[in-house]
């Protein structure tokens, strides 16, 4: 008889399963508290206050006893990034069920205490009483060995129709810190003895640094120290505004080799790289496909699209007896801490991390590189802190950018006007060039070293989610289909992830072309999109947005007013967006008012999701509407706000978003659910306002005459 | 050389240069960590206060411009502990993302409701030209300024 394998451990459900004791996730105080220790952090989604509703729900206390532990590689669990939308799904799902665990741990000790049955016993707050009388709190029965243990996850969380505080709008627990004033982001961090640096950057991607008069800059007012490696620069100052006056001096007189060479401005120039082609979908079915009546083809692009963090990328990092101490707003402490290692030479053991909040983050800017940027500059000041805040020109002209696509789009209709054949072909660089010990070392400054470290290489992640290929795959029902992702490898532009990654463009491609298809069709553009459609959380949508816009059937603009549809499924598994946007054509192409409909399953805090909603609409319309990083064929030339205009209060739309409630349905991860929809439904409402049909982003005055001439 | 600086009613002697950007004395000599820095060239109003009353990019406006003036920042809005009405609507309208260029919001609007308590829609847009949000928070924010005009009104 052979020797059977241990049995595997159980599979966990979320970020239980990489961080397994039931201690990494929460500790029950005897103090009448509870702490909470979440991997994921806040990046003004407001996740931290849903964390908060979960834990109190599923552990019957109230809200105000519960505190979050600061996201920290010194006891953090390690969830990974902050990214994709998977903060409810990963750690959202880990917490609730340690809490069910954790309250049914303690009800087993209070029926002990008590001399009770677990049926007798009921918790309000924390106090768990027996019917029969008697009662004991958590705060007495806990103790440190209580949730020393590996999770089972037998324990099954709340269903919906028991909830409290899952589903109630919840106020964000960090506003009011942030509209008084008080300390909240790192970079109001304040550090005894702590100096300030500044990087002089390159001017161009690949330039080398090759001259520079050290002295005059260490003889400057406040200088404590001028650090030079390779082409890495930055200067430590006593007081900020000295380290810009050496800043602004260091860029004056250093001496730089260029030879970058960039793209050519339209996006177009993917379809001449190299690419690594793969069949995402295949259907076929040659006897509908032998009906087609009708052939329509169109290409759509991106460019170059920037985070833009509205407060530039900043860290605080200290050198002491060997090892390091880091705050950061990175989205993902422990990945950053995989790259930071090898370029600072030491074991990941001697780098503590430590989240602090930043500027809104929509994915991967240059929070990790700033990081790196203050630990280089620490080291050269053994136990003096040192925050570097990156210059406005840094952020826009360094930070990787949502990567420039191109998607190409055929479709066949039949006499009836049914899509009988889909072709679909995308091109893209990567969306993710994210730090987490892949190989080499993603880390701006690492590149810039004597030493260089070479870059990851890029990952594009699988599907379904997917990266350049998020929502390629149409969720409308085709009998024909082939999609092709071309993932080019050469990436001459920094680029990574911005929210959505290619969902962006992909969904903008895939709702122009149904438009453009129902157009073909004779057919109402929502009628066309419920025709194709099976899911009925997907026609709920719809069927809702419609009817809260008032769509008329093959409603028509009148020249300068008109609205458009678009729809998706977010990474065709996450939250369902449909939305119709009113569009007016003045002088540019405005956004006045747009109504969407969100299904994202359970929904912990309802307010949130719909600032969230709201957020990821507007940023879109500033998308579609304005903006494209600029270049020549050697340099980045976007640098400031005048450089890269993002749409302004006098521009912002009305937004009126309506949540499809599914409380017994798994909650959907639902911060990036908007942005293609929102692309897409203006193209469309372009369209019907104006005739005019825009397939680049994005949709400027110039290129709205263009299509007019 | 010592600059003196009245900052939301107190007297301050600063030892900076006078050229030196009004955001960082007040940040890292003050500690009044509620302006933020943005872009460093007046074009993000993340660092807006008032001086005399008036809103200023405070991340270009050299200190010397500040001497002798009265200066209010975010930390001076509340009085007795109580939160300014546009701070409470800010909470009550939950009109916050990441919150960064929050502050600087507030301080813009104060400017503009303490000489037009009721201003219109169009009025308020007009008065934010000057601030970003990159959030995408705009019409909460803009709900959450016609609450504190009602609000302080009444």
């Not at chain 1, 399953?601 to 805090?605: D, F, K, M, R």
């Not at chain 2, 009109?95 to 960064?100: D, F, K, M, N």
């Given at each position: 008889m052979s020797q059977s394998a241990p049995a595997a451990p159980r599979k966990l459900p979320g970020s239980l399963e990489a961080n397994r004791r039931l201690d990494r996730w929460l500790r029950i105080n005897r103090d009448g508290t509870v702490t909470a220790f979440p991997g994921k952090v806040e990046i003004g989604q407001g996740i931290l206050t849903a964390l908060t509703q979960i834990v109190a729900e599923e552990l019957d206390v109230s809200l105000e006893r519960v505190r979050l532990a600061p996201t920290d590689t010194r006891y953090s669990p390690d969830e990974g990034m902050t990214s994709g939308s998977m903060s409810i799904t990963d750690g959202g799902t880990a917490l609730r069920y340690a809490a069910a665990e954790a309250r049914d741990l303690l009800l087993q000790r209070a029926a002990a205490r008590l001399g009770v049955s677990l049926e007798q016993l009921s918790v309000a707050d924390g106090v768990v009483s027996a019917r029969s009388g008697g009662s004991v709190t958590y705060w007495d029965l806990a103790s440190d060995d209580l949730l020393a243990r590996e999770a089972t996850a037998e324990i099954a969380p709340k269903p919906a129709s028991s909830?409290?505080?899952?589903?109630k709008p919840e106020p964000r627990r960090d506003i009011p810190a942030k509209v008084t004033g008080t300390p909240s982001y790192v970079h109001d961090l304040e550090l005894p003895g702590m100096l300030h640096g500044r990087i002089a950057r390159p001017p161009s991607y690949d330039a080398r640094l090759a001259g520079l008069d050290e002295a005059e800059v260490r003889a400057l007012p406040g200088v404590v120290k001028l650090v030079r490696d390779g082409s890495f620069l930055g200067v430590i100052a006593e007081r900020e505004e000295q380290a810009l006056r050496a800043l602004t001096r260091l860029k004056r007189i250093a001496r730089w080799e260029e030879s970058t060479a960039l793209p050519e401005a339209?996006?177009?120039f993917l379809l001449k790289e190299a690419s690594e082609d793969t069949v995402i979908s295949e259907k076929k079915d040659a006897a509908v496909a032998g009906r087609a009546a009708k052939s329509l083809e169109a290409e759509y692009t991106r460019p170059y699209t920037?985070?833009?963090?509205?407060g530039p990328s900043c860290a605080v990092a200290r050198f002491e007896d060997g090892g390091y101490t880091v705050w950061t707003h990175s989205q993902g402490i422990y990945p950053l801490r995989r790259d930071l290692a090898p370029v600072l030479g030491v074991a990941e053991e001697r780098i503590a991390v430590i989240h602090m909040d930043g500027a809104g983050c929509y994915g991967h800017n240059g929070a990790d590189d700033a990081a790196l940027d203050s630990a280089l500059l620490a080291r050269a000041v053994p136990g003096r802190p040192v925050r570097v805040q990156w210059m406005r020109e840094d952020e826009f002209q360094w930070e990787p950018y949502g990567p420039t696509m191109v998607v190409k789009l055929k479709g066949d209709l039949d006499r009836e006007g049914n899509v009988v054949a889909w072709t679909e072909d995308i091109w893209s660089n990567s969306h993710s060039t994210r730090p987490n010990g892949l190989g080499g070392v993603n880390l701006l400054a690492a590149w810039h070293l004597a030493k260089p470290h070479e870059a990851s290489p890029p990952r594009n992640p699988p599907l379904p989610g997917g990266g350049s290929h998020r929502n390629a795959i149409p969720i409308y029902e085709f009998p024909n289909e082939r999609v092709t992702n071309r993932l080019v490898k050469r990436m001459p532009v920094r680029v990574s992830a911005l929210r959505a990654l290619g969902a962006t463009a992909n969904i903008f491609a895939i709702e122009s072309f149904m438009d453009e298809l129902a157009a073909a069709a004779g057919a109402d553009p929502v009628e066309f999109r419920l025709r194709h459609l099976k899911d009925p959380r997907a026609r709920a949508v719809i069927e809702t947005v419609a009817a809260k816009a008032g769509w008329r059937k093959r409603e028509k603009g009148d020249g300068v007013r008109g609205r458009g549809i678009g729809f998706a499924r977010y990474k065709n598994g996450a939250c369902y967006v449909a939305e119709i946007v009113e569009v007016e054509a003045g002088n540019e192409i405005a956004v006045k008012r747009v109504w969407a409909a969100i299904d994202a399953?359970?929904?912990?805090?309802p307010d949130g999701l719909v600032n969230q909603t709201e957020g990821g609409i507007i940023q879109a319309v500033s998308w579609a509407l304005k903006e494209a990083v600029q270049y020549d064929r050697s340099r980045i030339l976007t640098s400031n706000w005048i450089d890269y205009p993002i749409l302004t209060f006098e521009e912002s739309p009305v937004v009126e978003v309506t949540v499809v409630n599914r409380p017994d349905q798994a909650p959907l991860g639902a911060g990036e659910g908007t942005q293609g929809p929102t692309v897409a439904a203006i193209a469309n409402a372009i369209h019907n306002a104006m005739g005019v049909r825009l397939r680049d982003m994005p949709f400027t005055r110039e290129r709205v005459l263009a299509a007019l001439s | 050389m010592a600059i003196t600086l009245t900052v939301n009613g107190r007297t301050h002697e600063v030892a900076a240069e006078p050229e030196t950007a009004l955001l960082y004395v007040l940040r890292n000599d003050l500690k009044l960590k509620g302006a933020r820095f943005g872009c460093g060239m007046g074009q993000c109003g993340a660092c807006t206060v008032l001086v005399d009353g008036k809103p200023v990019q405070s991340c270009d406006f050299p200190l010397s411009a500040a001497a002798g003036k009265s200066v209010t920042t975010i930390e001076g809005l509340a009085r007795n502990g109580k939160l300014h009405p546009l701070q409470q609507a800010f909470i009550e309208e939950q009109?916050?993302?990441?919150?960064?260029c929050a502050t600087g919001i507030i301080m813009t609007a104060k400017a503009l409701l303490d000489t037009k308590p009721r201003p219109t829609d169009g009025e308020i847009r007009t008065a934010l030209k000057g601030n970003l949000c990159r959030c995408g928070t705009h019409y909460r924010i803009l709900r959450a300024i016609q609450r504190a005009a009602k609000e302080l009104s009444r």
């Open positions: 909830h409290k505080i899952i589903g339209d996006p177009r920037a985070h833009a963090a509205l399953g359970l929904v912990i805090n | 009109a916050a993302q990441c919150g960064y």
